[in-house]
C-alpha cells in the first residue's frame, strides 16, 4: 500500500518528493505514460533500480500454450500475453568512474512530477557518488499525444561543485531480463527473451534494432535519434548489437557546466509488413518527430491536452484530494486509448503486464462511456478494432453452436483467452457490453457514417447470439440460461438479470437499425422477420423477481441460496477467490462486485425507484468489492437512492484506487475501469447524468464534502457543462445548437443565451444499509485520523 502522503496534494500534478524503493514498482505504473499505441512505465532514466521494467506496444504479444489437465471440447488451446518490447528510454551515467545508482551513494534529493496539463514527466535528481562528487539530473519525458510512433527524453546533467567527467549511454535494449512475478493469478506470465534479433543500426547518433517475436511472428522495431549539446569536447560514438544499440556521449563539465541530450525514439510493428517495410516506417516517423524536435513536440502535446482539458475536465471544490484524483484518472484513460486506433484498451492500459496486457468488458463498460462524451473519436476506433475481431468472434459463435457472434471475454489480437469456462467465458455479457457502447456512443455522436458501417454489423451479430443463446419457454417468456454475470463469484446461472436486461438491449437496437439501415442489414442478410424475431425475445425477456422479498434477483433461485459465512471472515481472506474454492462462492450468496446493481444503473428505465432503494439494501450487505470495478458502479446507485455518503466513500474508493494502491497489485499496472469509474461516480452518481436514445438526464445532488462539481460533456455537436451546489445545479451551452435536458424530472431546454439554474430537492432519508463486516467502504475521516495519528 502506499500512503497518500507520498504525493503532494495538487489541482493538476502528482508530485513525488522523495524515492522510496519499496513501492518503485507501483510508482513506475503511476508514472507510466502512454498514447494507447506506445507505452512507457514510470521507470528510472537510468533502467535500475527497477520493479518491472515496460514498454509497450499496443497489440504486440506472444502465444503460449494453455495447458489444461483434462482438455475439453472448444477449450482455447493458446494464450496470449503482452511482451516487454525494446526499452528505448534507458540513458546510463556514469559519474567519474561510478554509474549513477540510487542505491549508491547520497540522495540528497529526488521528485518526480507528472504533468497533467503538459503531459510531460519531469525528473529532478541532486545526488553525491560514493566519492562525493555531486552531480544534478533534469529529466522531462513523453510519450507523443500527436505522433503516435514517438515518444521521447529530454536529459540533462550538470555537475554541481567540481569538474567531473561523465559518460551518458542513451541505448534501445531488447530482451531485458525482467523479475520473477509473484503466484498471483492477475499477474502476466512473465515471457522473456521472446525477441528475435532481426537487424541492428547504429550510425552516427541514430540507433535502431528490429525483431521478431517467436511465435506470434510480429516484427517490432524501434529507432532512436540524438541532439546532443556539451561544452566543448564533447564526443560521440555509437554501436550496436542483436539486443543493443548504443550511443555513447562523453564529456568533461566544469561545476555549473552541463551536458544535454535530447532522444526521440520511435517505435513500428506489423504481423504482415516485411522488414524493410517496418524499418522504414520507424526511420519516418522518427524523421517527421526530428523535423518537429523536442519543444515542437512538447507544445503539442500541451496544445493536445488543452483541447482535451476544454472538454472533459471535472472540477471538485472543497475536495482537493479528489479533485487531483479525478484528472490522475482522465488523464490516464485518455492515455489508455487516445491513439489506440483499432487496436485494445487493454483492463491496464499500456502501463504494466497485469492480465496479461488482455482487454475485457472493462473496455465498453467503464472505459468507452467517459471518453464518448471526452474523447469520442477514440471510441469509433476501439469499437472499430471489435469490428475488426468478428471473423473470430463468429468462429468463437460457431464453435460453441451458436449464431452471430461470441466476442472474447479477454483478448489481446481478438480470440478468446479464457482458459476458464465459468468465470470466464461464460462472461457472454461482454457482447452486450460492445453493443452497449456502440448504441452510446452513436447517441451522443450522431455519427451516421460509423453507425452503418460498424454499429450495424455489431449489433446484429450480438442480437444473433443472444436469440440462439436463449429460448422462449412454453409461456413465451425468454430465457438465457447458464450464463455467468458480472459477478464473478457466481457462474453459469440462469436469467443473470444483468446480462437479460443488456441483452435485451441489445436486440431492440439491432431490431432499430436493420429498419433505419435496409441495404447494410440485407448484406448481412438480415430481414424483417428475423428482426422481429429479436423484438419478440426482448420484449419477452425474463427477469428474475423475488415478491416475497420485493427485490429483483441477481439470477433466477438465488436469494433462496445460503448466505456466505462473512461473519468468519477475517481481512487476510480477502480476495476472497485467493482463499476459498470457487465451487463454495458459487453456491452462496456473496458477490464479487455489482451485478444487479450495475444493471440498475446501465438499465436505469427498468427499476422503479422503490426497487432502486430495495435491491440496493439487499445487495450491499452481500457484496465484498473483490474486483476494483465495484466500487463505482455502487457509488452510482449509492447516490441515487440517496445515501449520498456512502456514495461519496464509494467514490473515493474509486479515486484511489491506484494513487494508494489499495488492492495491492498497482505494480502491474493500473486498474483503468476503477480510473474511468472515478468519472462515473462523479458525473452519473454525483452528477445523476443517465443518457439513454434521445434523453439527457440529471440528478444532481452533492455529498456534504463538496462544495461544488462541475463537470463538461460533448453531445451531439454541443458541449454542456453543468455545475453543481448543494441547493442548486447550473447548466450551461457552451456551443452548438439548443438542446432539451431533464433535471430531477423537470424538462428544460438550455440555449446559448443564458445559462439555466434549478433547485436541488434534499435526498430521501432512507437507512443505511450495511456491507459484510469488514468491507465497509473506509470513511474519509477515518482515513485522515489515521494519517495524522502516523
Ligand atoms: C473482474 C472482471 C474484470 C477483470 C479485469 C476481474 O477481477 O472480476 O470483471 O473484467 O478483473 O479487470
Not at 522495431?221 to 546532443?228: E, F, I, L, Q, R
Not at 480470440?415 to 452486450?432: I, K, L, Q, R, T
Not at 452533492?702 to 462544495?707: A, D, G, H, N
Amino acid at each position: 500500500m502506499i500512503t497518500h502522503t507520498s504525493y503532494a496534494v495538487e489541482p493538476w500534478a502528482l508530485r513525488e518528493t522523495g524515492l522510496n524503493l519499496d513501492v518503485l514498482p507501483q510508482s513506475e505504473s503511476v508514472f507510466a505514460l502512454s498514447n494507447g499505441h506506445v507505452g512507457w512505465r514510470g521507470n528510472l532514466d537510468e533502467g535500475e533500480p527497477h520493479g518491472l521494467p515496460g514498454s509497450y506496444l499496443n497489440g504486440v504479444h506472444e502465444l503460449h500454450p494453455l495447458p489444461y489437465a483434462e482438455a475439453g471440447y472448444g477449450y482455447p488451446e493458446s494464450g496470449q500475453t503482452v511482451i516487454n518490447v525494446t526499452n528505448g528510454k534507458i540513458i546510463r551515467l556514469l559519474v567519474n568512474d561510478e554509474p549513477f545508482d540510487l542505491r549508491y551513494g547520497r540522495l540528497i534529493s529526488h521528485e518526480r512530477v507528472l504533468d497533467l496539463r503538459g503531459g510531460v514527466l519531469r525528473r529532478t535528481v541532486e545526488w553525491a557518488s560514493p566519492a562525493g562528487c555531486v552531480v544534478r539530473v533534469r529529466s522531462t519525458r513523453l510519450v507523443s499525444f500527436s505522433q503516435r510512433a514517438i515518444a521521447a527524453v529530454a536529459y540533462e546533467v550538470e555537475a554541481v561543485d567540481s569538474q567531473v567527467r561523465i559518460v551518458i549511454q542513451s541505448e534501445l535494449v531488447a530482451n531485458e531480463q525482467l523479475p520473477h512475478t509473484a503466484g498471483d493469478p492477475r499477474t502476466a506470465v512473465a515471457l522473456e527473451s521472446s525477441l528475435d534479433a532481426e537487424e541492428d543500426l547504429a550510425d552516427g547518433n541514430r540507433l535502431r534494432l528490429v525483431h521478431l517475436t517467436r511465435k506470434s511472428g510480429l516484427r517490432v522495431a524501434a529507432a532512436a535519434d540524438h541532439v546532443v549539446e556539451g561544452p566543448a569536447p564533447t564526443r560521440t560514438s555509437s554501436e550496436s548489437g542483436d539486443d543493443v544499440s548504443r550511443l555513447t556521449v562523453t564529456s568533461v563539465l566544469e561545476a555549473g557546466q552541463k551536458l544535454r541530450m535530447e532522444k526521440l525514439v520511435s517505435y513500428g510493428w506489423s504481423s504482415i509488413r516485411s522488414l524493410p517495410a517496418v524499418r522504414d516506417q520507424v526511420d519516418a516517423a522518427l524523421a517527421g518527430a526530428f523535423s518537429t524536435g523536442w519543444q515542437g513536440l512538447v507544445d503539442e502535446q500541451r496544445a493536445y491536452l488543452d483541447d482535451f482539458w476544454e472538454r472533459a475536465d471535472v472540477e471538485v471544490d472543497g475536495d482537493e484530494e479528489i479533485q487531483q484524483a479525478v484528472r490522475f484518472a482522465l488523464f490516464h484513460v485518455l492515455q489508455a486509448g487516445a491513439r489506440a486506433e483499432q487496436r485494445a484498451i487493454p483492463a491496464k492500459g499500456l502501463t504494466g503486464s497485469g492480465y496479461d496486457g488482455h482487454s475485457f468488458w472493462d473496455t465498453e463498460t467503464f472505459v468507452l462511456p467517459l471518453l464518448t462524451y471526452t474523447a469520442p473519436s477514440a471510441v469509433a476506433e476501439a469499437l472499430r478494432w471489435r469490428q475488426s475481431t468478428l471473423p473470430a468472434a463468429r468462429d468463437r459463435a460457431d464453435q460453441l453452436g451458436l449464431k452471430g457472434a461470441a466476442f472474447p471475454w479477454r483478448t489481446i489480437e481478438g480470440s478468446e483467452c479464457s482458459a476458464y469456462w465459468p468465470a470466464g467465458a461464460a462472461a457472454f455479457h461482454v457482447n452486450a457490453d460492445i453493443a452497449d457502447a456502440a448504441i452510446r456512443y452513436v447517441a451522443a455522436t450522431g455519427d451516421e457514417g460509423f453507425e452503418r458501417e460498424c454499429a450495424v454489423e455489431l449489433l446484429v451479430e450480438t442480437a444473433r447470439l443472444w436469440r440462439s443463446l436463449g429460448h422462449h419457454d412454453p409461456h413465451g417468456a425468454f430465457h438465457i440460461d447458464g450464463v455467468t454475470g458480472p459477478d464473478e463469484y457466481s457462474a453459469i446461472a440462469d436469467d443473470n438479470a444483468y446480462t437479460n436486461l443488456m441483452a435485451r438491449a441489445n436486440l431492440l437496437a439491432a431490431a432499430d437499425v436493420v429498419e433505419r439501415h435496409p441495404h447494410k442489414a440485407a448484406e448481412l442478410g438480415a430481414d424483417a422477420e428475423e428482426s422481429a424475431a429479436w423484438r419478440d425475445a426482448a420484449e419477452a425477456m425474463h427477469v428474475p423477481y423475488n415478491a416475497e422479498l420485493g427485490v429483483h434477483e441477481q439470477a433466477a433461485g438465488y436469494t433462496g441460496h445460503q448466505y456466505w459465512d462473512f461473519a468468519a471472515m477475517r481481512p487476510e481472506d480477502y480476495p476472497l477467490m485467493l482463499h476459498f474454492p470457487y465451487f463454495d462462492l458459487y453456491r452462496k450468496q456473496v458477490v464479487k462486485q455489482a451485478d444487479l446493481v450495475l444493471a440498475m444503473y446501465k438499465c436505469s428505465e427498468f427499476f422503479t425507484e422503490e426497487h432502486k432503494a430495495r435491491n440496493f439494501a439487499y445487495y450491499e450487505p452481500i457484496t465484498v468489492r473483490d474486483s476494483s470495478l465495484s466500487a463505482c458502479s455502487q457509488a452510482v446507485i449509492a447516490a441515487e437512492v440517496g445515501h449520498l455518503h456512502l456514495a461519496y466513500d464509494y467514490l473515493v474508493e474509486a479515486a484511489l484506487m491506484d494513487l494508494e494502491d489499495l488492492e495491492s497489485n498497482t505494480r502491474d499496472g493500473l486498474h483503468i475501469a476503477s480510473l474511468a469509474g472515478t468519472w462515473m461516480a462523479l458525473v452519473a452518481g454525483f452528477g445523476g447524468m443517465r443518457h439513454t436514445g434521445d434523453s439527457l438526464a440529471f440528478t444532481p445532488r452533492l455529498p456534504e464534502r463538496f462544495s461544488r462539481l462541475a463537470f463538461t460533456m460533448e453531445l451531439l455537436g454541443r458541449r454542456l457543462k453543468v455545475e453543481i451546489k448543494s441547493d442548486a445545479a447550473t447548466y450551461t451551452l457552451v456551443s452548438g445548437a439548443p438542446m432539451k435536458i431533464s433535471h430531477h424530472g423537470e424538462t428544460l431546454t438550455v440555449s446559448g443565451e443564458a445559462p439555466e439554474t434549478r433547485h436541488i430537492a434534499h435526498a430521501p432519508s432512507r437507512p443505511a444499509p450495511d456491507q459484510p463486516p469488514g468491507r465497509r467502504p473506509d470513511h474519509r475521516e477515518h482515513r485522515e485520523d489515521r494519517q495524522h495519528n502516523s
